[in-house]
């Protein structure tokens, strides 16, 4: 009695046998630990495919077997049909496994490509937050300026302010301004401000004034003000002592004098002593009348008809009091042509020849939050 090979599947018509390679492979035996529910639909389904095609398998190993014990028989016919029916149901279970095979590789694929975009998806992230800190590591002013001090060290933990920012593009001078002169003054008012560490004069203006005294008892109180710088480029620096004369009014083209050469007659007239020229050595001076103007504690401003840029007159109205010549421009000679600067005094620094005060530079904003 003839047997058949469980690998093989013969040919009733020619006696030869045809191989049938269709058997899962390990890879695909191996379920993945991170199925979905698509996923785990397909792998069953696979399981049942080739299920089915290994009993269709087996059924047609025992068909060919029957046909071959019964080739001499008188049932051989009905066996011949029975082996048919098992090749054609074979051959439709290894088309069904070939299909679910692919149907779970696809499910596969899927599942691999999901996983492939999750991973990117959290590397974007895990970036995005590495960014977010190493922004967080930058320290960003709130304002634009110097740094004029760090307050911390390289590898120390920074408490409050890390560093101080200072607007050196807008300077400010604190000043005092006396009691007696707080009526005189005003905010938006003009100033020139002087400065060992610059040559000439540079303008201000009156920024801010203080609406509390402080001071008092046996002094006269003051009242504290700011004068803020009008050129970003004065050359001043943060710290540096300055002079400052508030400018109550400006006057063109009139002629100033000390207040202590007018002399005041009992009819009311002002008069000044103009020098008119020397006898036996000595300067000779005469009486000139003059119209006095705006005044403030050193100068007053004046006008006549007599008057004359480049006149000498006596520093002091009292020929007692008149000790010495007095000639050049810082020697009280009547100047003219250009502005009389009548200034409130304020106290905080040496004390101008026609008022004013002094006080310290400061700009910007302190401190800057770590």
């Given at each position: 009695?003839p047997?058949?090979?469980?690998?093989?599947?013969?040919?009733?018509?020619?006696?030869?046998q045809?191989?049938?390679p269709?058997?899962?492979?390990?890879?695909?035996?191996?379920?993945?630990?991170?199925?979905?529910a698509?996923?785990?639909?397909?792998?069953?389904a696979l399981?049942?495919?080739n299920?089915?095609?290994k009993?269709?398998?087996q059924?047609?190993?025992?068909?060919?077997?029957?046909?071959?014990?019964?080739?001499?028989?008188?049932?051989?016919?009905?066996l011949?049909?029975?082996?048919?029916?098992?090749?054609?149901a074979?051959e439709?279970?290894?088309?069904?496994?070939e299909?679910?095979?692919?149907?779970?590789?696809?499910?596969?694929?899927?599942?691999?490509?999901a996983?492939q975009?999750?991973?990117k998806a959290g590397?974007?992230?895990?970036?995005?937050?590495l960014r977010?800190?190493?922004e967080k590591?930058?320290?960003?002013a709130?304002?634009?300026?110097?740094?004029?001090?760090?307050?911390?060290t390289?590898?120390?933990?920074?408490?409050?302010?890390?560093a101080?920012?200072?607007n050196?593009?807008?300077?400010?001078?604190?000043i005092?301004?006396?009691?007696?002169?707080?009526?005189?003054?005003?905010?938006?008012?003009?100033?020139?401000?002087t400065?060992?560490?610059?040559?000439g004069?540079?303008?201000?203006?009156?920024?801010q004034?203080s609406?509390t005294?402080?001071?008092?008892?046996?002094?006269?109180s003051?009242?504290?003000?700011e004068?803020?710088v009008?050129?970003?480029?004065?050359?001043l620096?943060?710290?540096?002592n300055?002079k400052?004369?508030?400018?109550q009014?400006?006057?063109?083209?009139v002629?100033t004098?000390?207040?202590d050469a007018?002399?005041e007659?009992e009819?009311?007239?002002?008069v000044?002593?103009?020098?008119t020229g020397e006898?036996?050595?000595e300067?000779?001076?005469?009486?000139m009348?003059?119209t006095?103007?705006?005044?403030?504690?050193?100068?007053?401003?004046i006008?006549?008809?007599?008057?004359?840029e480049?006149?000498v007159?006596r520093a002091?109205?009292?020929?007692?009091?008149?000790?010495?010549e007095?000639s050049?421009s810082?020697?009280m000679?009547v100047?003219?042509g250009?502005e009389?600067?009548?200034?409130?005094p304020?106290?905080g620094?040496?004390?101008?020849?026609?008022?004013?005060?002094?006080g310290n530079m400061?700009?910007?904003?302190?401190?800057?939050?770590?």
């Amino acid at each position: 009695t003839p047997t058949a090979d469980p690998a093989s599947t013969p040919d009733p018509a020619a006696g030869e046998q045809q191989t049938a390679p269709l058997a899962l492979t390990a890879e695909q035996q191996a379920a993945p630990l991170s199925l979905t529910a698509e996923q785990e639909a397909a792998k069953a389904a696979l399981v049942q495919a080739n299920a089915d095609y290994k009993a269709a398998e087996q059924a047609l190993q025992t068909a060919q077997a029957n046909l071959q014990a019964a080739q001499s028989a008188s049932n051989y016919n009905a066996l011949s049909g029975a082996y048919t029916q098992a090749e054609s149901a074979c051959e439709q279970a290894r088309t069904a496994y070939e299909s679910t095979v692919k149907t779970s590789e696809a499910a596969e694929e899927t599942r691999d490509t999901a996983l492939q975009n999750y991973n990117k998806a959290g590397e974007s992230d895990e970036l995005e937050e590495l960014r977010s800190q190493l922004e967080k590591c930058t320290l960003k002013a709130e304002t634009s300026g110097k740094v004029t001090a760090v307050n911390a060290t390289v590898g120390s933990v920074i408490e409050g302010a890390a560093a101080t920012i200072q607007n050196t593009d807008s300077l400010k001078i604190a000043i005092t301004i006396a009691e007696y002169d707080i009526d005189s003054v005003s905010e938006g008012m003009r100033a020139v401000i002087t400065s060992d560490v610059i040559d000439g004069e540079i303008a201000g203006t009156l920024t801010q004034i203080s609406p509390t005294a402080s001071g008092g008892g046996t002094s006269s109180s003051t009242f504290a003000a700011e004068v803020t710088v009008d050129d970003e480029n004065s050359g001043l620096l943060i710290g540096t002592n300055a002079k400052v004369q508030i400018i109550q009014s400006t006057t063109e083209n009139v002629f100033t004098v000390p207040l202590d050469a007018i002399e005041e007659k009992e009819d009311g007239a002002s008069v000044i002593y103009v020098r008119t020229g020397e006898q036996n050595g000595e300067p000779v001076f005469e009486e000139m009348q003059v119209t006095v103007g705006s005044t403030n504690d050193y100068y007053a401003e004046i006008s006549g008809a007599e008057l004359e840029e480049g006149m000498v007159v006596r520093a002091s109205a009292s020929l007692e009091e008149a000790t010495e010549e007095v000639s050049g421009s810082s020697d009280m000679m009547v100047m003219g042509g250009g502005e009389v600067v009548i200034a409130a005094p304020a106290d905080g620094g040496a004390t101008m020849p026609a008022g004013g005060g002094g006080g310290n530079m400061g700009g910007g904003r302190p401190g800057m939050g770590g």
